[in-house]
């Protein structure tokens, strides 16, 4: 899996989201993460794989605390990506906006005449 | 004339949705001739570089429009449109997704529930395109799909026109 799949895939789930955002107001141990849910030690420490994986956060080397922190560049990476779609529909409607203008260019061709042109009519 | 238009891009990871906001200066008849009518469709529908060509376009309720977009280097990326609802000049939804020139449906990719909304306002078109992604996942593989590498080359392309162009 490449790693922007890996990145949508472990943001797909409410429970590591809630995670990623408690860790993102500084690093916290397992027992800390885990509190605010009903869930097993074990199971948060899927979860915790599951973002590790994604290089969404690190793990301490301190083998009794091994504090959890936020990485931010993966989620750069979706970010970037997502302005990237933003940008082809900005490309998409710069054309449209082309059209329109050409099609107003040309009022005896319009469908709904411009006030311009009800004048014109009338004189 | 150079002021900016409005253009909303707003992206909801939890809710999967992006919502596209434009407003467009001209009336709602042609803008909405614009997004519903194949001969306009395919003058704007795909960004620079990048043709657009429409095989067929049957614009009812069941009915699909089926369509290509080419790169500059001819890669062609098949695309369809099912019309599940229309009030004309007001609002049409479907799914979208990609497809064969047979029009049967790439499976591997999860199509995308849109629904686009159309307003007049002062003699401009506000349109409202709500896209709604099945998972993240499918979020992602849409972009991925059309948009990656290459594309950002052909975005490039783009301003360096426009910039020529003075805009």
């Known amino acids: ?123 | 004339m150079n002021t900016h238009p409005l253009f909303n891009f707003i992206v909801e990871k939890d809710a999967r949705t992006i919502a596209v906001e434009r407003v467009f200066a001209a009336p709602l008849d042609p803008v909405w001739a614009a997004w519903t009518e194949a001969d306009i469709l395919c003058r704007w529908w795909a960004p620079k570089p990048y043709t657009c060509v429409v095989k067929s376009l049957d614009f009812r309720e069941g009915g699909r429009w089926l369509y290509f977009m080419e790169g500059p280097e001819g890669d062609r990326h098949w695309s369809f449109f099912d019309y599940e609802s229309i009030r004309p000049k007001t609002y049409f939804a479907g799914q979208d997704g990609f497809c064969d020139e047979q029009g049967r449906i790439n499976a591997s990719i999860p199509s995308t529930a849109w629904e686009s909304h159309f307003s007049e306002r002062d003699g401009s078109t506000l349109v409202k395109v709500l896209l709604r992604f099945v998972s993240a996942e499918a979020l992602e593989k849409t972009i991925e799909m059309g948009f990656k590498e290459g594309f950002t080359a052909g975005l490039q392309q783009l301003d360096e026109l426009l910039a020529d162009q003075g805009h």
């Open chain 1, 1 to 123: 899996m490449d790693h922007l799949s890996a990145t949508f895939q472990a943001l797909a789930d409410p429970t590591r989201r809630a995670i990623l955002a408690r860790l993102s107001q500084g690093p916290a141990s397992v027992n800390d993460i885990a509190a605010p849910f009903s869930m097993s030690l074990p199971a948060v420490s899927k979860h915790l794989k599951v973002l590790e994986r994604a290089q969404l956060i690190a793990r301490g080397k301190e083998a009794q605390w091994r504090p959890c922190a936020l990485k931010a560049a993966p989620l750069k990476v979706a970010t970037d990506w997502m302005e990237q779609y933003r940008r082809f529909w900005e490309a998409r409607f710069d054309r449209l906006d082309d059209y329109l203008k050409e099609l107003q260019a040309q009022p005896a061709t319009a469908k709904a005449p411009t006030r311009k042109s009800r004048k014109k009519r009338s004189t």
